[in-house]
């Protein structure tokens, strides 16, 4: 992949992140809630993993941004809960729902679209200042 | 022609300066919610006090060296975060917005003043 140069690098691989992230946010919240037979098949929910990638210049231009490294599941465990009537259910009578705090997604999905709109913002701004300086003494 | 340069001298440093400034607030924006990232800045004041020959090292004869204001690795310093989090980030996205809104308009003024002497240099070119 090409080096990061401009600032339309660096917001463009951060929204790219963030998206992965919303993108986790929204299997997760549609996952909410289902039940499976068994504790292993249970659904657990999805985190990226982010990590900052430097510049190959970053000494002198300061330059960085963010990266998925990986996406790894959390490890919060499926919830036991007794329903008999399930088809799904064990000898017990126990199901397993999905680990997924419907919450916490929440707020990830807040904060990770406030971080999305805060690139699309810098992007604005610096593309509207290089256009300004495009112009210079006309 | 080193006349006209030496005059917008100062303005073009500063631009260049403040150019650079906002690839980095960028990149701590971008870098919001990376864990153990440690926002970056650069100290304008210092830069342009080097690059006029102002600051500790001062070019006082015609035979000294300019000092870049490229070679800058030591001059990026650290942010001390007001309210550090526990995931080791110190992006605060208050302080950043703050300084990135106000290099911006730092930028834009800059701009202007290298305008108004174009134009006042073009003016006295063309002798209307």
Known sequence: MAGIENIFDVAGRSMSAQLVRLNTIASNLANAGNISGTEEEAYRAMKPIFQTTYAENVKQSGISTTEVAGITTTERLPERVFMPEHPLADDQGFVFSAAVNVEEEYIEMLEAKRQYANNVEVVTTLRALMMRTINMGK | ?128
């Open chain 2, 1 to 128: 022609m080193k006349g006209i340069s030496d005059y917008l001298n100062l303005h073009a440093t500063a631009l260049t300066v403040r150019a650079k400034r906002n690839k980095v607030l960028a990149s701590n924006i971008a870098n919001a919610a990376t864990p153990n990232f440690k926002a970056r800045d650069i100290d304008f004041q210092a830069l342009i006090n080097k690059a006029e020959g102002n600051g500790p090292m001062r070019a006082t004869d015609a035979r000294h060296f300019k000092v870049s204001i490229e070679a800058s690795a030591e001059k990026m310093k650290y942010r001390t975060p007001v309210n550090p989090s526990r995931d080791g980030n110190t992006v605060e996205m208050n302080v950043e917005q703050m300084e990135f809104s106000e290099n911006v308009i730092r930028y834009q003024t800059t701009l202007t003043f290298l305008n108004n002497k174009i134009s006042g240099l073009t003016s006295a070119i063309k002798g209307e």
